[in-house]
């Protein structure tokens, strides 16, 4: 029997119910919410602590972008997963994790990205 890894996992957006869904996702695929935050200071502070394994992010928090922490963070090399929740299609994402909340599938593509953040691949389903 293979048992997950339990992530700590941050959440930063400014919305109140797009948190209350990602954090449902995060519970229901048996991992931890860490922090809930509308600040990005905050949010960077977790990530560069090391205090979380995985941050979602969202692009509309107040006075940085999410895709900029997304890059900061990714380029001091923290090994925290990064997701950032924009809406609609972002251009100038530079090859980041950009999952649309909008999107019909939302919770099952997050379910995903903490899955792989495990490390651990779910079993193979084929007969054999």
Do not use: C, K, W, Y
Request: glycine share 8%; charged share 20%.
């Amino acid at each position: 029997m293979v048992s997950l890894r339990r992530l700590r996992v941050a959440v930063a957006t400014p919305d109140p119910a797009l948190t209350a869904r990602v954090a449902g996702v995060v519970l229901q695929a048996g991992h931890d919410v860490e922090l809930a935050t509308g600040s990005p200071f905050d949010a960077m502070e977790a990530a560069f602590s090391r205090s979380i394994e995985v941050l979602v992010i969202d692009q509309q928090l107040q006075r940085l972008a999410g895709t900029e922490i997304a890059s900061l963070v990714r380029s001091v090399g923290a090994g925290v997963t990064v997701v950032v929740l924009h809406r609609g299609e972002l251009a100038t994402a530079d090859d980041l994790l950009v999952l649309d909340p909008t999107r019909p599938g939302f919770e099952a593509a997050l379910a995903n990205v903490l899955q792989s953040a495990t490390g651990v691949t779910a079993p193979d389903r084929r007969a054999g």
